[in-house]
Nanobody
Framework: QVQVVESGGGLVQAGGSLRLSCVAS????????MEWYRQAPGKQRELVAQ???????NYADSVKGRFTISRDDAKNTVYLQMNSLKPADTAVYYC?????????WGQGTQVTVSS
């Protein structure tokens, strides 16, 4: 059984940084795509960043230049380095992974940015 688990969330002041991690475990052959989403209270879940198996990455306009997504295939892990955080970045951050043709979601990790 494949599991995806996020970690690294927390409370940080505006302008600060956090690094989120997402680890996939279980019987895994190929992780084609790994993504970070977020959902703020009362808002729809939105795509923040994605990285393919070829390490091609894309970002939401709202985080370009501040967030960096990376992956370590040896560890089945994707990271989200978040710098210059703003109160508007406050949300639950979710990891989604496409593994062997199926999608898996993590349980989410809370990021709170205080002003």
């Amino acid at each position: 059984q494949v599991q995806v688990v996020e970690s690294g969330g927390g409370l940080v002041q505006a302008g600060g940084s956090l690094r989120l991690s997402c680890v996939a475990s279980g019987r895994i052959f190929t992780i084609r795509l790994m993504e970070w989403y977020r959902q703020a209270p009362g808002k729809q879940r939105e795509l923040v960043a994605q990285i393919s198996s070829g390490t091609r990455s894309n970002y939401a306009d709202s985080v370009k230049g501040r967030f960096t997504i990376s992956r370590d295939d040896a560890k089945n892990t994707v990271y989200l380095q978040m710098n210059s955080l703003k109160p508007a970045d406050t949300a639950v951050y979710y990891c989604r992974a496409v593994i062997d043709g199926y999608q898996y979601w993590g349980q989410g990790t809370q990021v709170t940015v205080s002003s």
